[in-house]
């Protein structure tokens, strides 16, 4: 099967053009000044965390330090205090400074089971570590969905990659998996599921799998992420007891308070809900606006892998679609709208992404900047922009082709290309 006959290998022109607007030698260029100008201010940014600018009033740290100090009261054999404020605090300073920002920790034990092996190393170092190896596995299931080494080059331009890596959070990790799985669900359904299985270290980002799964008749898959789930779960509740389990759930319960509060900045948020909160309005109406797309989104899931769309969109609108129905992401999780760009452009070869919808990538590209900044100046909710206006897209893609491709009809297709 050559790359250009494969449905699941677009050829370049196909994806970034010829003599269009957006084609190959205009993304790369625009890719290589928009990454200039992301490490002008992360370098201007790091300076400033660690007072080189101007003295700081306290010293600051990473997102990071919350999962250190996690795992070093799991390694001491008190894994329940991760989930006790007090404790947890106690350990972050321990780790870096006296003094610095509380960053909260609200992940389930079986996250500590990956938590328990950074404090084997020092805390910068583990930092490090963590960022490369996560990066390097998204960066292996990108190439894998795009098959075009530009897709590395669009990818560190991208700016919540660095943001992810300069508040050191798990971003990566959860992109990565989430492309993984929808790269292999198709061919390899047991394993994607147990790769899908292993997104309950971050259980909410799989809020929709189970609906794609079923909808799409991906048994398999379905049967096999939830033994995986299951497997992770008793093995953290092997390891750390059920006192661990019973401090996170009810932590868990009472965290909504923490992000009704504000105490965790609403102008990071990029979900409905939070687009709610910013906008003067109350947690019920955040929450109601919330559900609403939620249920919007997951239809949309429903019916595009009922039909049995081709993978590129049954996998995009998977994506964006989860990124709308969650209430909690902020803006490094944006990290999963880069899953369903590549998808979408994947998908160009056979659905002709248009060159409006192209230039509409490239601007929630850009948006992706600093949505963060621009809530907080401005008090508009850019990062939920984003994340509904690349549902919007991904919907109108999806939802133009009103055929319904049956399975058999989709192997053959395949089978005469090769």
Same mark, same amino acid.
């Given at each position: 099967m050559t790359p250009q006959s494969s449905p699941l290998t677009p050829s370049r022109a196909a994806i970034f053009g010829s003599e269009r607007l957006l084609d190959r030698r205009r993304l790369v260029v625009g890719c290589w000044v928009l990454l200039a100008i992301e490490l002008a201010i992360f370098l201007f940014l790091i300076a400033g965390t660690y007072g080189l600018i101007v003295p700081l009033d306290k010293p600051t740290t990473s997102d990071f330090v919350s999962f250190y100090a996690a795992g070093d009261l799991a390694d001491a054999g008190e894994p329940q205090l991760a989930y006790h404020?007090?404790?947890?605090y106690a350990a972050e300073q321990r780790a870096t400074k006296p003094g610095i920002e509380y960053d909260f920790f609200y992940y389930p034990p079986v996250f500590l089971m990956l938590c328990a092996a950074f404090p084997r190393l020092p805390y910068l170092v583990a930092l490090g570590v963590f960022e490369?190896?996560?990066?390097?596995?998204?960066?292996?299931v990108a190439s894998r969905i795009m098959g075009d080494r530009v897709v590395f080059?669009?990818?560190f331009a991208f700016p919540p990659l660095l943001w992810n890596i300069g508040l050191g959070q798990n971003a990566f990790l959860t992109a990565g998996l989430f492309g993984? %799985?929808?790269l292999l669900v198709d061919r390899r359904p047991i394993t994607a599921g147990?790769?899908?299985g292993a997104l309950c270290y971050k259980p909410h980002f799989g809020l929709l799998i189970p609906i794609a799964l079923a909808a799409g008749g991906?048994?398999?898959?379905f049967a096999a992420a939830f033994a995986a789930a299951l497997a992770l779960c008793v093995a953290s509740l092997i390891l750390f007891g059920w006192q661990t389990w019973h401090d996170f759930l009810a932590a868990a319960v009472a965290s909504p308070g923490v992000y009704e509060s504000g105490r965790v900045t609403l102008a990071g948020f990029v979900t409905p809900f939070g687009a709610?909160?910013?906008?003067? %309005?109350?947690p019920a109406i955040g929450y109601v606006f919330q559900a609403g797309v939620t249920l919007a989104a997951g239809a949309l899931v429903a019916v595009v892998w009922r039909r049995d769309l081709p993978l590129p969109i049954r996998a995009a609108a998977l994506a964006a679609a989860t990124l709308a129905a969650v209430p909690l992401a902020l803006f490094y999780d944006l990290m999963l709208a880069a899953v369903a760009g590549m998808w979408l452009l994947r998908a160009d070869g056979d659905y002709r992404l248009p060159e409006w919808g192209k230039v509409a990538l490239v601007a929630l590209f850009v948006l992706s900047l600093n949505p963060r900044g621009l809530a907080d100046a401005w008090h508009v909710p850019a990062g939920t922009f984003i994340t509904m206006a690349l549902l919007a897209l991904v919907a109108t893609i999806a939802l133009r082709d009103r055929r319904i491709l049956?399975?058999?009809t989709v192997a053959a297709t395949a089978l005469s290309n090769s």
């Open positions: 404020q007090a404790a947890h490369a190896v996560t990066l390097a596995f998204f960066l292996l080059l669009a990818l993984a %799985g929808t147990l790769i899908f991906r048994w398999r898959a709610a909160r910013l906008l003067s %309005g109350s049956p399975r058999d």
